[in-house]
DNA sequence: TTGAAAGCGTTACCAA
DNA sequence: TTGGTAACGCTTTCAA
């Protein structure tokens, strides 16, 4: 009776040797039709899987992939964007008989140890970069460690990994155009974390739509918490030309921005536009509902863990750029009171 | 120059066979101190870590312990539990050369088949169970599927697995206790999904609390999505007799019913009092902020990974009682306004 | 196209 | 307390 059976058993039952076997199961060339078949048939049959364990030993693959992230730990909260990143991630992965090796971790030395430790201990075959920082690091790191790796987001360090991107550009011009035909004039963002690349990228394009019009782009940087939020909502509706509009970084920074509204006794929209961007579920449930940039995180996942893939496996990969993100109206947008 | 270094290496330089190597790495008996001090030393200045796989191959181990999630797409969400929980877990695994292995899956079937793979597989040594469920299949699928798991929560089915739990009962009374004190009187509950167990037990503590009082508990279920939240609450303020204070059983639920009530025009707390359950960051800074039971997930991870390692190590574990959840009074409640 | 055999880096066992 | 050697389950030569 079997514990797990090995391909020893395979080969015995297909009647022929182990190597046989291997070359089958790996899809290599110099295995007859049929032979190939036969040994397929009764690997099924018995229900083998080959062991990961001694397929590393001797292939010095894994066959798991990487994501580290890091979380302030006072920052720690939910992230919309990493479930359902996941999910696409694990998509890909479980097909290919592949998994995910997670880390959380709360700071810089402690994600730097943990790239590391993956990587010596050889537990991953490829790191996937998520938060993508201004002259990130683990770029270096990871191509130091001899690792594969994909970055969601285009690093602006030299970088030999492929990139998956989603055009964001687009979106925000649509969003401050929206404003704009609304009748806002004065329109202020909340942007998120300056070292972060996508926070950058957003916070530009914003002041580019802006200056396209002739209008002067008010930014109050934070570190993409909603307490942050709330503290540069206060100060921009404290100062001598508030603003009767704010495109917040992202959407719970939006939600704690409108309590300051609200606890100000200010009605939203109708004195005070909100928006988020990077729409999350939440938003929809809030009052008023978040007008948005709607983002996919599954289609990020599915991506970038099939480019990365086929890096490991094939030694190179193409860039993929993701469907630009849409602009999504709902309720927290509306003309001015006082243009 | 140095590929990895490996055992061998490390026996060289320490003069010693690697068999010795071994027993030394692994905290065995039989070797001489300064002989086991010289094996470290060695090994620690090549940099040597033993090779995973290889370990695997003949300790049947993965050093590895699985955590599998399942979301319904259309829920897919933030969710405030897991980050802090999987860093908790990383802090444990970390230390002991051990990772996380995560899987997200969209449903029941495909759950299934992770676990199976994964034990199959043999890429872990052990599950982490969240959220259980009322009679839970996962726990039976998990012993005939011969691997150690320890579960969050107390299943209600048989079950050999260790179990970390943290009493709610006090802090739903006392939840309960702190409404009826500022004079409430028709007191509902927006319950989370009736076939997770930890949102019955806390639906069983309401009605406990309530009857106790001699006051009628309503009650109305839901999948614990601020969707649903929000049709609970439309209902329950068309009611007949529509309460003056709601439980939800979750913050984003609670956020969902706010806005509901903002939209009807009533005031939260003066005209309904609005609590969460499991307290978030975000439920600080919604307006108002949100009366809550405070949960720790990071002390979840902490004790979990612990108890499952120890299970796995050892052969046994002791079950774990975290401290009680305690009660966080913020601005969301009040006295009603016609009691 | 196939079989036999030699590793891969550990752990486990048996002598010494 | 130590060393030598045989597994562990697979991949990869090298011959046939």
Redesign the interface.
């Known amino acids: 009776m079997a514990l797990?059976p090995t391909i020893n058993d395979v080969a015995r039952a297909a009647g022929v040797s182990k190597g046989l076997v291997s070359l089958a199961l790996n899809d290599r060339a110099g295995v007859a039709p049929d032979t190939r078949a036969r040994i397929l048939e009764a690997a099924e049959e018995l229900?083998w899987?080959p062991?990961?364990?001694?397929?590393?030993?001797t292939s010095r693959r894994?066959y798991?992939l990487g994501l580290i992230?890091r979380?302030d730990?006072s920052?720690?909260?939910?992230?919309?964007f990493?479930?359902?990143f996941?999910?696409g991630v694990?998509t890909v992965l479980?097909d290919r008989?592949q998994?995910?090796?997670?880390?959380?971790?709360?700071d810089v030395e402690?994600e730097a140890?943990?790239y590391t430790?993956?990587a010596?201990?050889?537990?991953v075959d490829g790191f996937l970069i998520t938060d993508l920082l201004a002259d990130d690091h683990r770029i270096h790191l990871i191509e130091g460690l001899g690792m594969h790796a994909v970055t969601l987001g285009e690093p602006n360090v030299d970088s030999t990994f492929p990139v998956v991107t989603r055009d964001y550009d687009k979106g925000i011009a649509a969003l401050a155009d929206h404003l704009m035909e609304l009748g806002h004039r004065r329109i202020a963002h909340v942007s998120g974390d300056e070292r972060m690349l996508h926070g950058r990228l957003r916070r530009e394009q914003f002041e580019r739509s802006m200056s396209d019009a002739g209008l002067q782009a008010v930014v109050v940087p934070t570190d993409f918490s909603?307490?942050q939020?709330?503290a540069a909502t206060e100060a921009l509706l404290d100062s001598a030309e508030p603003p009767t509009a704010i495109i917040y970084g992202n959407d719970?920074m939006a939600?704690?921005g409108?309590?300051?509204a609200?606890?100000r006794g200010l009605r939203v929209p109708g004195d005070l536009s909100v928006t988020g961007l990077d729409g999350?579920?939440?938003g929809?449930?809030?009052?008023?509902?978040l007008t948005t940039l709607r983002n996919d995180p599954?289609e990020w996942g599915l991506a970038a863990a099939s480019s990365l893939l086929r890096l490991i496996e094939e030694g190179a990969s193409d860039d993929v750029a993701l469907p630009p993100a849409e602009l999504v109206v709902r309720a927290s947008t509306a003309p001015p009171a006082r243009p």
Chains 1, 2 share one sequence.
């Open positions: 797990q229900g899987h062991n990961p364990s001694a397929r590393g030993l894994a798991a992230v979380r730990p920052i720690i909260e939910a992230d919309p990493f479930s359902a996941i999910a694990e479980a008989g998994v995910l090796v997670l880390s959380v971790v709360p402690s140890k943990a430790r993956l010596h201990d050889k537990r909603p307490e939020g709330a719970p939600i704690a409108m309590s300051v609200h606890r999350s579920q939440i929809t449930y809030v009052y008023p509902s599954t």
